[in-house]
T-cell receptor, first 114, second 111 residues
Framework: DAGVIQSPRHEVTEMGQEVTLRCKPI?????LFWYRQTMMRGLELLIY????????DSGMPEDRFSAKMPNASFSTLKIQPSEPRDSAVYFC????????????FGPGTRLTVL | DQQVKQNSPSLSVQEGRISILNCDYT??????FLWYKKYPAEGPTFLIS?????DKNEDGRFTVFLNKSAKHLSLHIVPSQPGDSAVYFC??????????FGTGTRLQVTL
């Protein structure tokens, strides 16, 4: 049973470049979450979708960040243009909205912006 | 505004002894609290949860205690094993299904 799949696992890019992170949630899960982990701020929720619809994007840092979920099995998080302060580990998680709303995390994408 | 706080960044415990990880919160609207464990280069994995209407939940070696009046929860691991060495995050979840995480506590179980 495949868990949440993220790609790429590592991304190194130069400042100003566009970065696209990808996520495939667990089949049957109807909620998807994007998180960012940094040393300073820990794990922060950026945006989450329910049934492919963005519900809360209040955690998205600024307009350079955008996320889409075109279907139930795929989501992207895009940063354009990227900046060195965007360097972090980005996690995707999915949930089937059971009573406890347990979220299952992917392995993360480590992004380094030079 | 840190709604969930883990004030101890690290903890070292001897194998076989009890590990106690603490977490404080300020948001009274959380419905559930969850603990996640994270190994290096992996995503957090769900460990155990507790409803806000309960004060204890136990699963094998792991027990979570909730003190609502003090807005405090703790995770007890007994006996601790070397494989338990990881970063532990507590998180609260409210009606909007948003998980709010603490900053984590790194547990090191020594031989």
């Amino acid at each position: 049973d495949a868990g949440v799949i993220q790609s790429p696992r590592h991304e190194v890019t130069e400042m100003g470049q566009e970065v696209t992170l990808r996520c495939k949630p667990i089949s049957g899960h109807n909620s998807l979450f994007w998180y960012r982990q940094t040393m300073m701020r820990g794990l922060e929720l950026l945006i989450y979708f329910n049934n492919n619809v963005p519900i809360d994007d209040s955690g998205m840092p600024e307009d350079r960040f955008s996320a889409k979920m075109p279907n139930a099995s795929f989501s992207t998080l895009k940063i354009q243009p990227s900046e060195p302060r965007d360097s972090a580990v980005y996690f995707c998680a999915s949930s089937d909205r059971t009573e406890t709303d347990t979220q299952y995390f992917g392995p993360g994408t480590r992004l380094t912006v030079l | 505004d840190q709604q969930v706080k883990q004030n101890s960044p690290s903890l070292s415990v001897q194998e076989g002894r009890i590990s106690i990880l603490n977490c404080d919160y300020t948001n009274s609207m959380f419905d559930y609290f969850l603990w996640y464990k994270k190994y290096p280069a992996e995503g957090p994995t769900f460990l155990i949860s507790i409803s806000s209407i309960k004060d204890k939940n136990e699963d094998g070696r792991f027990t979570v205690f909730l003190n609502k009046s003090a807005k405090h929860l703790s995770l007890h691991i007994v006996p601790s094993q070397p494989g338990d060495s990881a970063v532990y995050f507590c998180a609260g979840i409210g009606t909007a299904s948003k998980l709010t995480f603490g900053t984590g506590t790194r547990l090191q179980v020594t031989l």
